[in-house]
């Protein structure tokens, strides 16, 4: 290469060597093109509805998911309408988002069940030709996220991924027990017999099962646990589940499942914007 | 100047107007320079304590502080060493920060009230000949903090500032009541009649104040409320401190006064790291 551009020395090749580091300079910038087009997109999916909390929570969620690049937020209020204020918040997070609004169809639990179901209609009907790599992760508004949970493991789910929660249900830490890379059952508190011992904050699931399947939190689920429900509908065995961060080195949770003490109702507004 | 440069066409006023142009630069990094002085510095105190929630607490804490430009937090631990996964979240906020440990001082009341005290004895010593302004603030770990509060509020302080806090005690919102721009009294649940009825999160203090006085949460303060008790001590009236967000339109609340609930502490750890 040196030898080469000695020749460039010699004015009368100029023009060549110009052309030449044009040449390179352009396929350089094509080669950044197509790595930036290989990052897959998280498509993080959050129910959400009014309380004297909510304000508070999506403030701290948004601002944690604003430090996240490649990831579209969809938002869905429990309601009858969106909120000016929510879809203030959204616009301060300079993320990608869409916001709408679903009431609780009649006979399904309420807070989240429909929600989620709608946010899987959007994602099967806008990323139907979406032609670059995309992971899909429920995620609600009150929990704890460490901004590393969404570019160490939900970006790299190639099937379906599954990692540690921390304060889930009654447990300090839940997580899948592994054995030689292998999940072979479940570190749990509350029914480790179930077929995936997860919490909702511990999955994530590539765009293209999504696309292929019609999995979702249905009626027959309605008895039994969403989260292993709805990962069954897959027919991914867990045993080819991939697990994450059970090697790292101090093993850190990365998410927990928290929950904002409801305390702070009394008086009035004064003015001020609360729910 | 357009007149002046075209001088600069003919060859042998190069060098002078090269020497101009330097000039020029040189002049507008100094000023450039002079602008960053002058943006005040906020120094965040906050006591912390090892709970099964607080790691979530202190990353969420964490990824919201590390938005803000010119700050530097003031960490102090509740105990007699300071905490290996705490340090590393510090650590990965990129912050500039100190990090220390105390125990509470026998007879005083439990979780901050000492570790306030010595953060401001940190910021006495180590601020004393800083030559550039600078706001103290208390902030807990597991408040909720809209980052606007920082660069519109906090660093906008220049005797005392007050704002609106979410969630705070029992109240949806408490607030200072504002008329003509003056506080006249307190739009709160409990205690009312308090000289400065505010939360811990509800003010902050220009770094000159706290140096040319002693106010802290003393002996004196223990059966009375600690921010009234040491907000009294500066010795200027509620009439004379700064109000902020009163007049914001719409009126929002940018701090809010959070708990996380805990009820996860069943079960072993399986290796992750947890408190």
Redesign the interface.
């Known amino acids: 290469m040196r030898g080469n551009l000695a020749v460039c020395a010699a004015r009368r090749y100029w023009p060549y060597c110009l052309t030449f580091l044009l040449l390179v300079t352009i396929y350089h910038v094509y080669q950044w093109g197509v790595r930036l087009q290989q990052i897959p997109t998280i498509i993080v999916i959050t129910p959400t509805h009014k309380r004297?909390?909510r304000?508070?929570?999506m403030?701290?969620f948004s601002?944690?998911l604003?430090?996240v690049k490649h990831l579209h937020w969809v938002v869905i209020e429990d309601g009858n309408h969106t909120v000016d204020?929510v879809q203030r918040i959204l616009d301060r997070s300079g993320l990608p988002y869409v916001y709408f609004f679903a009431t609780t169809e009649p006979g399904f639990p309420r807070r989240g069940w429909t929600h989620r179901n709608q946010g899987l209609a959007y994602v099967r009907k806008n990323y139907k030709n979406f032609n670059r790599p995309a992971v899909v992760y429920f995620a609600d508004d009150d929990n704890?996220?460490?901004?590393r949970l969404f570019d160490k493991y939900i970006r790299n789910v190639k099937t379906i991924g599954i990692w540690?929660v921390?304060?889930?249900?009654?447990?300090?830490?839940?997580?899948p027990?592994v054995v030689n890379g292998t999940i072979v059952g479940w570190?749990?508190?509350y029914a480790p017999k179930r077929k995936f011992a997860t919490d909702m904050a511990g999955f994530a699931v590539n765009l293209d099962l999504i696309l292929k399947s019609n999995a979702s939190f249905h009626r027959g689920c309605i008895k039994t646990v969403p989260e292993s429900c709805f990962l069954q509908q897959f027919n991914i065995p867990k045993e080819n589940v991939q697990p994450f961060g059970f090697d790292d080195d101090?093993?850190?949770?990365l998410v927990?499942?928290?929950?904002?003490?409801n305390?702070?109702?009394?008086?009035?507004?004064?003015?001020?914007?609360?729910e």
Chains 1, 2 share one sequence.
Do not use: C, F, M
Not at 264 to 270: A, D
């Open positions: 004297p909390e304000l508070a929570d403030t701290r601002q944690t604003s430090h204020i704890s996220y460490d901004i540690a921390g304060l889930s249900g009654t447990a300090l830490v839940e997580a027990h570190d749990v508190v101090p093993k850190e949770v927990w499942h928290t929950k904002t003490r305390i702070g109702t009394k008086g009035g507004n004064h003015g001020y914007i609360v």
